[in-house]
C-alpha cells in the first residue's frame, strides 16, 4: 500500500508547524487511480486528524512509566508527561470538516498538491503512490 506524505507549514518560517506525517492511500473507500475532488481530500484528511486526536487523547490517560531517556527528553523541552489526565475534549468530526472547508474558502490556507497550487475545491486532483500534499497556513497582516 502507499502513502500520502502530508506537511504544515507557516508562511514566513523556516520550521514546519508539525512534522511531517504519512497516511495510507488510497484510502479502503477510494479506489487508487480514480480522480478526486481537493473537497474530498480536505475532508478525508480532517477525519484522519480528528482520529488521531482521539487516539493521543485516549493514549495520555493511562499513566505510563517513563525511561531515563523520556524524562530527560522531557526536561530539555520543558516538559516530562506521565499521562493520567482525562481533558474532557471534544471533537466532532463533521465540524472539524466544516471548519477546515471553510478556512479554505476564507483563504486562511494553501493547498499544494506535488507543487501545485489547488485553489478549487470541487476541480479533480489525481494523487500519486508518491504524492505530497502541504498546507500552508498564511499570516494575515496587522494594519490597513
Not at 487508487?32 to 486528524?49: K, M, N
Not at 527528553?73 to 508527561?81: C, E, H
Not at 489526565?85 to 474558502?105: C, K, M, N, P, Y
Request: no cysteine; hydrophobic share 45%.
Amino acid at each position: 500500500m502507499s502513502h500520502l506524505t502530508i506537511s504544515a507549514r507557516v508562511m514566513g518560517k523556516r520550521k514546519p508547524l508539525v512534522p511531517d506525517w504519512q497516511v495510507p492511500w488510497p484510502p479502503e473507500e477510494h479506489d487508487s487511480g480514480e480522480p478526486l475532488t481537493l473537497r474530498q481530500l480536505i475532508t478525508w484528511v480532517a477525519f484522519q486528524e480528528v482520529a488521531a486526536f482521539k487516539d493521543r487523547q485516549e493514549a495520555r490517560r493511562l499513566v505510563r512509566i517513563l525511561t531515563e531517556q523520556e524524562i530527560e527528553s522531557g526536561l530539555t523541552k520543558g516538559r516530562v508527561d506521565a499521562g493520567g489526565r482525562d481533558l474532557h475534549q471534544s471533537v466532532i468530526g463533521e465540524e472539524a470538516v466544516a471548519t477546515a472547508l471553510q478556512a479554505f474558502v476564507d483563504g486562511l490556507f494553501l493547498v499544494i498538491l506535488d507543487g501545485e497550487e489547488q485553489r478549487e475545491l470541487d476541480r479533480q486532483i489525481f494523487l500519486q503512490a508518491d504524492s505530497h500534499v502541504v498546507f500552508v497556513r498564511l499570516v494575515m497582516l496587522a494594519g490597513g
